[in-house]
């Protein structure tokens, strides 16, 4: 889910960026964050207009270039970057690191910087005069976008441009006065329930995990067995469903705040791992009664792949603490909404003899799925399974409509076997038994 | 696989099913709902708070008070004059010649023609509303990158294509078709020698357009657009026109059967007045210039959506360049030569009636040439540049793209006051954003007076290729 959002996080960047391939004066872009007390910004320079600026070849490029050229680009920024409040007052600029990228293959040299309004200054409104490369090159164009305000609700999406520098004219006004932390708040909530709704992943996990949820070990072990009583079934659902909040709710907090940083790629792969034991467990008992365990435990790893998605916000302070529960809300209510939607048919289904069928199928289907993320998440191979489950993943309705028939289906033959085999007498109409 | 059932036990009652099917049925029907009827909600939170296709245009144009907003002009209400207020405050006033009806009915003559060759798609496909949108939808760019309007020559008949070169011909006049027809030569080249991909490059992917239909009383634009050339010619609009003009050409040069230089006479008009110019140190313009400043913008897949209020031309007196009225005649007679070289790109009806208006002795004294790199504008980076109170005429030599260590041309002739017929000076094109969230034009913006609407004006990116 965290490769997702970042190829997402990349295509947005190429969106604002795009065009710039093929392109012998390819444009700046400045990606801004407003923050509460400050704004975060991300320069992209096009190392080609960077060198027709200085008038000479810049000759290495990559880190070599960053390395070589530090000094000289930070000293450009801070010389030809002005913030100032719209009534003139000038804010401070502090330039962070340098990295070198590429954007629609034209290399460019990203600066982070923090632009701090004076005191009794709003950073919600201000003007930014870019001369970075303008100062030199006449036609150079400079993009500025609000990648997010969350005050204003953006906190993901394509980067809004809200003004372009060019030919005599570097300066850009930003006004984004008004808005508020709940609205920032609802954003980060629908965020959270999206990233549920499309983290085909997580949900399997939780689904096949709860497959036996309806069952009670049979006496002979390694086996499922009857139905469990409606209570226990609840209970058990209860058990495994808090479990799993409860541990993701802890890493994806430790991971947003900082506390914990776990590399995406092997959480990614255990998030797969975890999909394959909780199918082995719907298949034969491995660890019965102990689900909750088991959903706590590999809930701190899915918390960290959460939390992966919020650390992309760039949010900070209390800010931060506000996502960090609109975030998890956001999860725990489509989850709730997802499961209670598909729990009761399952628990009904589970009272037919069909489903013991079911549930191999079921498992079966997402040990192939979860076999097909490791091999992408672990191996680097190309995964066929994903663009079908995200493709199924997209009709919910239709999903829950077949589970629902299924149930009907079930219960009718079982009735109709189960009349057959009081009439036992009877010739048979053909049910096999 | 098991020989054992599941036997129904009876601790699961009726009133358990009862009720587990009632919550099945209550989700089903919640979902039901979300997931057909809740579109517009699934709208809003997919798109995350109405970001949706918003990297538009924004407004904002400098600060400085330089943007040269074009503004409304007599609202054409004074027999077919508008205006454009330039940066000192002057305004400009352009006009429709009458001298240039009898082409302008050849033109509406020619493009009947070519409908009638096309097919019925083609037929509806060549004609587009006369809105700013369709209008500015050229680029400098290979036509992969930033569709164009119209039919692509390449998709005509055989029929069709002779009709279209037709049209060309009464419309662009001599110099102008044989640069339409060298154009495309040199774009076939970049495919055939170059190796450059068919998708983007190519002499076919040429496409004719009319944005406003073709008449002989209403106002409309004939576009000619491909990769390296576009012609927006404005018929009956409140000024006679020919702008914007776009020309380019990647390789600057080749041979085949025999030699090619597509741009030879614009660029040699262009070093003859620098050679004159140069000894003046005003005629260097300070900085750099990588492109054309006042070209298309190409953000959002659109063209030239700078046009109206964010192009820039600049004021003042100083750092434009040498004022043709200083120069001798001779070196004043190659300064016609230069602004002909462009001008002659449309039939001499109307390209006569504009240099009237671009070479009268009035205009000369307010007209500036400069340049900047190299006098001979063979290196990357060179410019040259012609800033009359009307006429503008920029000229950039750049690194090449198939060919890299070669260079290419990039040129631009605008008109003040007239471009696209002067038809859309108070219109400002639409952005494919819809929030509310770009905060645009604040005070201190360059933006038209009155306000645009949000994220509407301006904007856009770069001069491009």
């Known amino acids: ?433 | 696989m098991t020989k054992r059932r599941y036997e129904r036990t009876d601790t699961a009652g009726r009133r358990d099913e009862f009720w587990l099917t009632a919550a099945g049925i209550a989700g089903l029907t919640l979902t039901g709902f979300v997931a057909c009827g809740g579109n517009d909600s699934s709208a809003g939170t997919g798109g995350s708070a109405g970001t949706a296709g918003s990297v538009a245009a924004g407004a904002t144009g400098g600060s400085g008070g330089t943007a040269a907003g074009t503004t409304n002009g007599g609202t054409g209400g004074t027999s077919g004059s508008a205006g454009a207020e330039g940066g000192t405050g002057t305004t400009v006033a352009c006009s429709a010649d009458s001298s240039t009806a009898a082409n302008m009915e050849a033109v509406v003559a020619a493009a009947t023609e070519l409908v009638s060759k096309l097919t019925a798609d083609q037929q509806s496909t060549i004609q587009l509303d006369a809105t700013i949108d369709n209008v500015e939808q050229w680029s400098n760019l290979p036509t992969s990158a930033i569709a164009r309007n119209g039919v692509m020559l390449g998709d005509m008949s055989a029929d069709a294509q002779t009709a279209a070169v037709a049209l060309v011909a009464v419309a662009a006049g001599d110099t102008g078709s044989t640069l339409f027809s060298e154009l495309r030569a040199a774009d076939e080249y970049l495919v055939t020698n170059g190796n450059a991909d068919s998708n983007s490059y190519g002499e076919g992917r040429y496409y004719i357009a009319f944005v406003g239909v073709p008449s002989t009383t209403s106002s409309w634009t004939l576009q000619v657009a491909g990769h390296h050339l576009a012609y927006n010619f404005t018929y009956n609009g409140a000024c006679t026109s020919a702008t914007p003009l776009f020309d380019g050409v990647e390789p600057t040069t080749w041979t085949d059967t025999t030699d090619h230089a597509p741009l030879e006479t614009q660029r040699a008009a262009a070093v003859a007045v620098i050679a004159a110019i140069a000894g003046d140190p005003t005629s260097l313009l300070s900085g750099t210039y990588s492109d054309i400043v006042n070209g298309p913008t190409n953000a959002n897949g659109k063209g030239d959506s700078h046009y109206p209020s964010g192009l820039t031309y600049p004021t003042g007196t100083s750092g434009r360049g040498v004022l043709v009225g200083s120069l001798s005649t001779d070196d004043q007679q190659l300064v016609k030569t230069a602004i002909e070289a462009w001008v002659h790109n449309v039939a001499d009806p109307i390209a006569n009636a504009l240099l009237a208006e671009y070479e009268s002795d009035d205009a000369l004294a307010a007209t500036y040439v400069a340049y900047s790199g190299a006098t001979d504008l063979t290196t990357k980076n060179s410019y040259f540049r012609v800033d009359g109170p009307r006429v503008w005429i920029e000229y950039t030599i750049q690194g090449g793209i198939v060919y890299p260590s070669r260079v290419h041309y990039h040129t631009i002739w605008r008109d003040k006051a007239a471009d696209y017929g002067a038809e859309y000076v108070d219109a400002e094109p639409s952005t494919d954003t819809s929030t509310a969230g770009t905060s645009s034009g604040g005070p201190g913006s360059g933006g038209p007076p009155g306000g645009s609407p949000p994220g509407a004006a301006a904007g856009g990116a770069p001069a491009g290729l």
């Open chain 1, 1 to 433: 889910v965290k490769r997702v959002w970042l190829l997402f996080a990349l295509l947005l960047v190429d969106l604002v960026t795009r065009s710039a391939a093929a392109h012998p004066a390819p444009h700046s872009v400045i990606l801004l964050d407003l923050r509460a007390h400050d704004v975060g910004a991300e320069l992209r320079l096009p190392v080609p207009e960077l060198e027709a600026a200085l008038g000479r070849d810049l000759r290495s490029e990559g880190s070599a270039l960053i390395e070589r050229e530090r000094s000289l680009l930070r000293a450009m920024v801070l010389r030809d970057l002005h913030v100032g409040s719209l009534d003139g007052a000038a804010w401070t600029i502090e330039v962070g690191p340098l990295a070198s990228a590429t954007d629609s293959g034209v290399p460019v040299v990203v600066v982070e910087a923090t632009f701090t309004p004076p005191a009794a200054h709003a950073p919600g409104a201000f003007e930014i005069v870019d001369d970075v490369i303008g100062r030199r090159v006449q036609n150079h164009n400079a993009w500025i976008a609000v990648r997010s305000d969350f005050a204003r609700g953006v906190v993901t999406g394509e980067p809004q441009v809200v003004g372009v520098t060019g030919y005599l004219r570097h300066t850009v006004v930003v006004n984004r006065t008004g808005g508020s932390s709940f609205r920032g708040f609802q954003a980060i909530l629908r965020l959270g329930m999206q990233h549920i709704a499309e983290g085909t992943d997580h949900l399997l996990f939780l689904l096949t995990l709860l497959l036996p949820a309806p069952l009670v070990v049979a006496t002979r072990r390694r086996r499922w067995g009857a139905v469990a009583s409606t209570r226990a079934t609840f209970a058990s659902l209860l058990r495994v469903v808090t479990a799993f909040s409860v541990g993701h709710s802890l890493t994806l907090a430790a991971g947003s705040l900082g506390w914990l940083r776990l590399p995406s790629s092997p959480v990614e792969t255990f998030i797969a791992l975890s999909i394959l034991v909780s199918a082995a467990h719907a298949l034969v008992p491995l660890f019965p009664r102990h689900e909750a365990w088991i959903a706590g435990a590999f809930g701190f790893v899915h918390g960290a792949a959460f939390a992966g998605a919020l650390a992309d916000l760039h949010l900070e302070g209390g800010r931060l603490a506000l996502a960090l529960l609109g975030f998890n809300l956001g999860i725990e209510s489509m989850q709730l909404v997802i499961v209670g939607a598909a729990f009761p048919w399952l628990v009904l289904l589970a009272r037919t003899n069909w489903y013991s069928a079911f549930r191999t199928f079921s498992a079966f289907t997402a040990i192939i799925a979860a076999l097909g993320w490791l091999g992408q998440r672990a191996l680097g191979l190309r995964n066929p399974i994903e663009p079908v489950l995200t493709g199924v993943a997209a009709h919910p309705a239709v999903l829950l409509a077949s589970l629902a028939s299924l149930v009907c289906l079930a219960r009718l033959a079982s009735s109709r076997a189960a009349a057959d085999s009081d009439q036992s007498a009877r010739p048979s109409n053909g049910v096999a038994h």
